[in-house]
């Protein structure tokens, strides 16, 4: 069985797996617990174990195309959480467990945008200062919020269709990010990393941005 899963979770599946489950295919937004304790006692275990790979893989697919660093994070987990239950490391129960957990963590971070006050695509920035680290925390959320309203004011203002190819504008992207960057006090040994997490953030966004 572990084999039948391995190969139905390396590619796509041909059968509908939310209607073989009977369920309807759920926005992941709006996520209740009630439907996750639903799927993760569902006496199928490949079944439910394949409505919520499913049901993660086409979020984080999504959140791709306007987030990266939230979209690499999300994809990381949960390969690693596929792979732990293909080396048999965990059994059915406890990959179905961890599943449910990242899917309730995608619902959160979803929500954390929007309790912060931020917009989609500066949230996107948000994330891209490696707020989680502890030497970019302590400048607190208001303070990084800031920063990502400014950067995403900027880098909207100097897009251009092909600005991805054109050095000179790379160039004065980089050195406008860095500024930003600077002037909020963003720590000094953080700031090349972050910048480039920017800019690549910015490759994202910038086919609805350029004019």
């Not at 939310?18 to 490949?46: C, N, Q, T, Y």
């Not at 929500?111 to 912060?116: M, T, Y």
């Not at 680290?133 to 990084?144: E, F, N, Q, R, T």
């Amino acid at each position: 069985m572990r084999q039948t899963i391995s190969k139905s979770i390396a590619s796509d599946e041909v059968i509908d797996i939310f209607a073989a489950a009977g369920m309807d295919r759920p926005d992941i937004s709006i996520l209740s617990d009630e439907f996750l304790a639903e799927v993760r006692d569902m006496p199928h275990r490949k079944l439910a174990l394949e409505v919520l790979r499913k049901l993660l893989s086409d979020e984080i697919k999504t959140r791709s195309r306007k987030n990266l660093v939230q979209s690499r994070s999300f994809a990381d987990m949960l390969d690693k959480t596929i792979k732990k239950y293909q080396n048999r490391s965990i059994n059915a129960a406890e990959v179905i467990s961890e599943l449910v957990n990242l899917a309730k963590e995608m619902r959160e971070a979803r929500e954390r945008g929007k309790s912060l006050g931020l917009t989609e695509d500066e949230e996107a920035f948000y994330e891209a200062l490696e707020v989680n680290d502890s030497a970019v925390a302590v400048l607190g959320d208001k303070a990084l919020c800031a920063i990502a309203r400014e950067l995403v004011d900027a880098v909207r203002r100097n897009v251009t269709i092909d600005w991805t190819v054109k050095e000179s504008v790379r160039a004065k992207l980089r050195v406008m990010v860095k500024k930003i960057l600077k002037k909020s006090g963003y720590p000094p040994d953080k700031q090349a990393q972050a910048t480039e997490t920017v800019l690549k953030q910015a490759e994202f966004l910038c086919a609805d941005w350029a004019v």
